[in-house]
């Protein structure tokens, strides 16, 4: 019986060990071998033997597995190929390992072939190492859950060669027994999967599903009733040649002499884009690269990022060290494209954690009252973005007020209906002021470590006189004091739940939110360095935030003239029984942090309602993780993405042979003396270059990675043989003249 095809099928001896309906070439590159050689056995199994049909589901907590991305060690340093060195690239570069500059560079002269409008090498390049990434991790992570799983320990059981670059996903499948096992990096199974699991039960096949992290209900339901059985294994990826950090700065004070941050959110925060074009041409790069190439390089552990909900979740500070660690929570969008202004969002985090420490609490306020137009923002706190940051969100928060009191809303006409009216029917009330600041934050700390696992805001309201009126009739002069009193607190028992709210989730203060939680783990840092002095030491108090400015352009006094001019406009305007009024914005405040308190979560209720939070953010150092804490049903899609201070330097590259050059032409990517830029991708792309070189295949004589070419490295061995007679020579005189330390004969 013909069934469909299972993803990865095994061959031995020419045969194929379960039946596909894909023609014989698509096993072409399938190399196998004994399951127990190629992954090893565990010392204890989720199972004992293969699991019945319809078993119920294993889920487990296994110890990272490591992986490493060559790729990475020269990734930073390639050079962008000139037209000409892409013309001198052969197609026998496509049979290369995926984690090799050569297959990286066969990839973008076909990307750029067929792509109108394509990404820079750049953004490509980083595409491409991000891919890698997540192939190298899914592949160790394929290794580790086949080896956990259950005895394989017979000749019956085959698998995917899992050290072969080029390999798909690895399946284990025991011919004899007729059993099969697909393994997925994530929590989704595809249709397709779906549809091979019905076909193999019915002819007497049975099959088992790993996930990465818990599916869903409905997903693990259509598992189940495709005839397979299921197990998560939840265990993470730890990069052992961590991608360095990028030319980003995020959490790198510069002229810092401490070591540099990197990891997984940089390197993916890197291939969002910084505006949705350029993160449309990115995300087309990394279609291409993922669809287009021979073999796939397979799917991510996670779904795409949402940038706009990344918020510092955990940092830990080891002085001794000089180490400074951090993980962000951010949440997953459907499929796996990112979200644009991952960078910029990083970035803005990073900068306010600096502001924070360098700056003093008694700074960190905002203020829009027209009775104080001198005192709006502190005048260094005003130079940073978080002061940009909390003075906008103090003016969209009156706009925020306003637009739910307005009675078109549901929100406005309940509170309309709410107040008393005056002698006339008029719906007046008093003036007043609201303000934001901070409630407890929920934290765990442990040592060295803070976990911030709730940052609340809390919004206030309170009667609050201004001189300066807004146009229109005072509504003091058209209802009773008592009338404006008590309608003044029926606007804030009705208003603030709604903007609280509002401010604590809804997308417009989603920076305010990301700054604030960079304020509690400021203050963490700022207490403890107080006692124990650590890794920013020297920023502390400085009261230096010329490292961290904000945005070219940007000035508070723009934001208070738009204040003033919304005092000035109509709000909105209601109807009543014996006429109507304008409504005019008639409230001041401001946003106050001048501390961050916490309230510590006992380790008791850490440990129960938080069980692998720590596990993770380790993980999320190196890779993005899924929440495991998180019931998906309850609250699906949220992510840890880390980074810190990198344990150690890649060891030093070996160099990629890449094409050799004809004569005249340049040495290499960038090299050509003669090359223009304008033209195309790199340097060179408008000379009267020569044709692709007719001498065979590419030489291993040059180092694209550092632009040295064949030419210098003559060069290079002519000094040194040079150099070397002269030695020779210089110690034959020696001995000559009988020299320090030399036994001469003499006559």
């Not at 990096?185 to 099959?207: C, H, I, K, M």
């Not at 990344?310 to 494209?337: M, Q, W």
């Not at 360095?529 to 508070?556: C, K, L, M, Y």
């Not at 939070?613 to 380790?618: A, D, F, G, I, Q």
Request: glycine share 8%; net charge negative; proline share 9%.
């Amino acid at each position: 019986m013909r069934v469909a095809a299972l993803g990865v099928a095994a061959v031995v001896g020419g045969a194929a060990l379960v039946p596909v309906l894909d023609p014989p070439q698509a096993l072409a590159h399938s190399h196998t071998q004994l399951c127990s050689e190629l992954v090893g056995q565990a010392e204890d199994y989720i199972y004992a033997d293969f699991p019945e049909p319809g078993a119920a589901p294993v889920e487990t907590d296994q110890a990272n597995y490591t992986y490493s991305a060559e790729l990475d060690k020269i990734l930073g340093t390639l050079k962008e190929p000139t037209l000409a060195y892409m013309d001198r690239i052969p197609d026998e570069w496509a049979t290369e390992p995926l984690d090799s500059q050569k297959r990286l560079e066969w990839s973008y002269k076909q990307y750029l072939a067929a792509t109108d409008d394509p990404a820079s090498w750049e953004g490509f390049k980083r595409v491409y190492g991000r891919e890698n990434r997540a192939f190298s991790s899914n592949l160790g992570f394929e290794r580790a859950s086949l080896s956990a799983l259950f005895p394989m320990d017979t000749a019956d059981w085959m698998c995917r060669d899992t050290n072969l670059q080029n390999g798909q996903t690895t399946s284990a499948v025991n011919q004899r027994r007729q059993q099969l096992v697909n393994v997925t990096p994530g929590n989704s199974v595809s249709q397709a999967q779906l549809n091979s699991y019905r076909d193999l039960t019915r002819s007497g096949f049975r099959a088992h599903h790993v996930f990465g992290s818990t599916p869903s209900t409905t997903t693990a339901q259509q598992v189940r009733a495709s005839g397979a059985s299921y197990s998560v294994q939840n265990t993470n990826g730890v990069q052992t040649n961590p991608i360095r950090p990028s030319s980003g700065s995020a959490f790198n004070p510069r002229g810092s002499t401490w070591q540099p941050s990197g990891g997984a959110v940089q390197s993916r925060a890197s291939v969002s884009g910084s505006n949705p074009l350029d993160n449309q041409k990115l995300q087309s790069a990394k279609s291409w690269v993922t669809t287009n190439n021979p073999r796939s390089f397979g799917p991510l552990r996670l779904g795409g990022i949402d940038w706009t909900s990344l918020e510092l979740r955990y940092v830990s500070d080891d002085p001794d060290a000089g180490e400074f660690d951090y993980a962000f929570s951010a949440d997953e969008l459907p499929g796996e494209a990112d979200s644009f202004g991952g960078e910029a969002t990083l970035d803005l985090s990073s900068d306010a954690l600096f502001t924070w420490l360098a700056l003093e609490p008694g700074q960190f306020w905002v203020n829009l009252n027209p009775d104080q137009p001198d005192k709006i923002i502190d005048e260094q706190f005003a130079r940073t973005e978080a002061g940009r940051v909390l003075l906008e969100a103090d003016f969209e928060l009156k706009s925020t007020l306003y637009a739910n009191m307005h009675p078109d809303t549901e929100s406005g006409a309940e509170f309309f209906e709410a107040l008393e009216p005056g002698p006339n029917g008029e719906l007046c009330w008093g003036s007043w002021r609201m303000w934001i600041d901070p409630l407890p934050a929920s934290a765990r700390e442990d040592g060295d470590q803070l976990y911030i696992l709730d940052s609340p805001l809390r919004v206030q309201m309170e009667p609050f006189e201004v001189d300066a009126a807004p146009p229109g009739p005072s509504c003091e002069d058209l209802v009773p004091e008592s009338v404006l009193d008590a309608n003044t607190q029926v606007l804030i028992e009705h208003m603030t739940p709604l903007i609280e709210e509002a401010v604590n989730t809804a997308p417009e203060y989603a920076d305010l939110r990301r700054v604030y939680t960079a304020r509690i783990a400021a203050e963490w840092l700022r207490q403890r360095d107080a006692v124990r002095p650590g890794a920013f030491h020297d920023i502390i108090g400085s009261r230096d935030v010329s490292q961290w400015p904000v945005r070219e352009g940007w000035e508070p006094q723009d934001v208070y003239d738009a204040f003033l001019e919304a005092r000035e406009t109509v709000q909105f305007r209601y109807e009543y029984e014996h006429g109507g009024l304008d409504y005019y914005m008639d409230v001041t405040g401001g946003i106050e942090f001048p501390e961050a308190p916490r309230d510590p979560m006992p380790e008791a209720q850490f440990e129960q309602e938080h069980p692998t939070l720590p596990k993770s953010v380790r993980s999320a150092k190196y890779e993005a993780v899924p929440d495991r804490d998180v019931e998906p049903e309850a609250g699906a899609g949220t992510a840890w993405l880390g980074g810190g201070t990198l344990d150690k330097e890649p060891s030093s590259p070996e160099p990629t042979p890449t094409p050799t050059p004809d004569p005249g032409e340049g040495d290499g990517p960038g090299d050509d003396p003669d090359d223009e830029p304008g033209d195309g991708p790199g340097a060179g792309a408008g000379t009267d270059e020569p044709g692709p070189s007719a001498d065979g295949p590419p030489a291993d004589d040059e180092l694209a990675a550092t632009g040295f070419s064949g030419l210098w490295q003559i060069l290079t061995a002519l000094t040194l043989l040079l150099a070397g007679a002269a030695l020779i020579v210089a110690r034959a005189r020696l001995r000559q003249a009988g020299g320090p330390g030399q036994h001469v004969r003499r006559p």
